[in-house]
């Protein structure tokens, strides 16, 4: 079993829909969560940390459950612009100073 | 630039070379990552440097793979007798540190295609 799961899509949705993407992990000692997109044959960009709380950051909106070990990250009112690969992050705790990646749903946005 | 800079941005070898990647991480950043990414993969860490030692090794896939960093910033990663299954995307990070491995500067990899 992967460490980090997440559905690999593809996502196809029309300019302006909400979508949301879903990501499991397996090490409970996992303690920071994060999402970064990569564009097409580019680096990995850091969109958002995730906290226990949820957080939101404009039209991303992150959620973490614990108990469930699930990370979900959504998208309102999607722009052409959001077209990317979405990468579930974790870092596997205990001191490790190492993330471990998913990997990645593709999400395309259709105008 | 202020970004993370890797060299060369693309090396073809042939199988059995050995090939050498450097990263050039942000100025003042104590920790250096390597991660390699293969087609269709997702990416799978290498090697985590705080200044010039490496506690943790243990994405190394091989003894093929060694990497050092001198001076608290340039950081090279060897692979020798280089293989098919090395051909990825190598992707060297920086950090402040204390960020429990969290980056937000990647630099742009070295693609390696191992023929």
């Known amino acids: 079993r992967k460490e980090v799961e997440q559905d690999p899509g593809p996502f196809n949705v029309p300019e302006g829909a909400t979508v949301a993407f879903n990501c499991t992990y397996s090490?409970?000692?996992?303690?920071?969560f994060f999402w970064y997109r990569q564009d097409c044959r580019k680096e990995p960009k850091l969109l958002m940390s995730?906290?226990?709380s949820g957080n939101e950051d404009g039209r991303f909106t992150a959620q973490l459950n614990r108990a469930s070990q699930y990370i979900s990250l959504l998208i309102r009112d999607s722009k052409l612009s959001d077209s990317a690969t979405y990468l579930c992050?974790?870092?596997?705790?205990?001191?490790?100073?190492?993330?471990?990646f998913g990997q990645g749903t593709r999400l395309t946005i259709n105008p | 630039g202020a970004g993370v800079s890797q060299s060369p941005s693309n090396k073809v070898t042939e199988k059995g070379k050995d090939v050498e990647l450097r990263c050039d991480p942000i100025?003042?950043?104590?920790?250096l990552y390597w991660y390699r990414q293969s087609l269709g993969q997702g990416l799978e860490f290498l090697i985590y440097?705080?200044?010039?030692?490496?506690?943790?090794k243990s994405g190394l896939p091989s003894d093929r793979f060694s990497a050092e960093r001198t001076g608290g910033s340039v950081s090279t990663l060897t692979i020798q007798r280089t293989q098919q299954e090395d051909s990825a995307v190598y992707l060297c990070?920086?950090?402040?540190?204390?960020?429990?491995?969290?980056?937000?500067?990647f630099g742009p990899g070295t693609r390696l295609t191992v023929l």
């Open positions: 990070a920086s950090s402040l540190g204390g960020t429990s491995g969290m980056v937000k500067f």
């Open positions: 090490n409970s000692a996992s303690q920071s």
């Open positions: 995730v906290y226990s």
């Open positions: 992050v974790v870092n596997p705790g205990q001191g490790a100073q190492k993330l471990v």
């Open positions: 100025s003042g950043h104590t920790a």
């Open positions: 440097f705080q200044g010039n030692s490496a506690p943790d």
